[in-house]
């Protein structure tokens, strides 16, 4: 196991993917990654979920189709990523250029009592990622690593998948809107403007 | 007269025309992102999909994934439909929370299964499930059993998505798409 002290803190590792985001679009996964992203600022290009567990890197595929000319990152959590993991096999073959998962992992079912996730034992969302099919897809331990992989995202050159190891904290819950439609109104508009508003 | 019965006898039957009709109607409704875990019922209409330039066709590991995918697309600003057999409805019920919650729309494409003229009892538990797991979610159901209205009920359920951002899903039954016997399969 590695020394808890020596891992990353979530939020230091999020503040820097989102640095000078300019008009990256953002989704977040339910619980922990969600107040990570809120804490670095609420933002109408932020969709953060707050429930549906397991959508959050499909909802990046999806987006990220829709809008090829924009670059898409989504952040979430080992939980979240493993309960839709066939979606990366998904989003191999589809292999939007634009699309970056960043996934925060503290090896724990952070929200339910820090329950050991699959990864604590040793499962490798990173290999699993490359096997099917994602070229860049890394493990990454240090702030040097965050950093790069903040530029690969915002580079837009092809899938990114990282493994993020972080440190199990429990961390201040930091909330955005949790209305559906204010935050899926206001993300629409920000993307398309005042037209999708109206049918 | 038997020389007529004859040549209709030997005649191959016409195809339905359905597939045909629903790709034209999902067109004029802009779709633009098709997500999908493939069902015999639905192989015409993805191979249209497959050979139009202006739709991406995604294939799922799970139909769940279709619905997350579809609110991304939304997001974005694109329209997508999600093509199912019955069976898959049970795979999506939680991710379902997304486009009801947000008032997103989704266009569901339900091949029956566990319905008219059955042979496998194994899909009857969520063939039979599929109607009432979709409207304990929220979303609105439309079942078709008559070939020519297929066209017509997709257009409305389109419409009725779109246009008043709600998750629909249409069930095309099994006395539209024939039901298999596996008996007859198993004895060539």
């Given at each position: ?106 090896e724990r079912f952070?929200?339910?009592?820090m329950q050991k996730t699959p990864t604590a034992s ?78 | ?188």
């Amino acid at each position: 196991m590695s020394n808890p002290n020596a891992l990353l803190h979530r939020r230091d590792v999020v503040n820097e993917l989102l640095r000078d985001r300019a008009d990256l679009l953002v989704i977040a996964g339910l619980g922990a990654p969600n107040w990570d992203v809120s804490a670095a600022g609420d933002h109408r290009n932020n969709f953060p979920l707050w429930g549906a567990m397991g959508a959050a890197s499909m909802i990046g595929l999806g987006l990220a189709l829709a809008q090829p000319k924009r670059k898409v990152l989504v952040v979430t959590g080992d939980g979240e990523m493993l309960m839709n993991i066939g979606s990366l096999a998904t989003i191999a073959v589809e292999a939007p250029k634009n699309l970056t998962i960043a996934v925060l992992d503290n090896e724990r079912f952070g929200e339910t009592g820090m329950q050991k996730t699959p990864t604590a034992s040793g499962v490798d969302l990173a290999a699993i990622a490359t096997a099917c099919g994602i070229r860049t897809s890394r493990i990454v331990r240090t702030m040097a690593e965050v950093t790069e992989l903040r530029d690969l995202a915002h580079d837009g050159r092809g899938t990114v998948f990282a493994q993020i190891k972080i440190n199990p904290e429990a961390l201040v819950f930091v909330m955005p809107p949790a209305d559906g439609v204010i935050l899926m109104t206001r993300f629409r508009q920000s993307v398309l403007g005042d037209e999708a508003l109206y049918n | 007269m038997a020389e007529a019965a004859k040549s209709r006898a030997e005649a191959a039957p016409a195809l339905p025309t359905w597939p045909d009709e629903i790709y034209r109607v999902l067109k004029d409704a802009g779709i633009r992102q098709v997500a999908m875990v493939p069902d015999a019922g639905h192989s015409r209409l993805i191979r249209s999909f497959e050979a139009d330039p202006e739709t991406r066709v995604v294939t799922l590991t799970t139909e769940e994934e279709g619905v997350a995918m579809l609110a991304g697309a939304w997001l974005g600003g694109e329209r997508g439909v999600l093509l199912l057999q019955s069976s898959g409805v049970g795979n999506c019920i939680n991710m379902l929370s997304l486009p009801v919650i947000c008032h997103m729309p989704l266009l569901m494409i339900v091949t029956m299964r566990g319905d008219w003229g059955e042979f496998n009892p194994w899909q009857i538990p969520m063939g039979q499930g599929t109607r009432p797991s979709l409207e304990a979610m929220g979303v609105i159901v439309n079942k078709v059993d008559e070939p020519d209205l297929v066209a017509s009920t997709v257009q409305g359920a389109a419409n009725l998505a779109f246009n008043t951002w709600k998750p629909v899903a249409v069930l095309i039954g099994q006395r539209v798409l024939g039901a298999k016997n596996f008996k007859e399969l198993a004895r060539k």
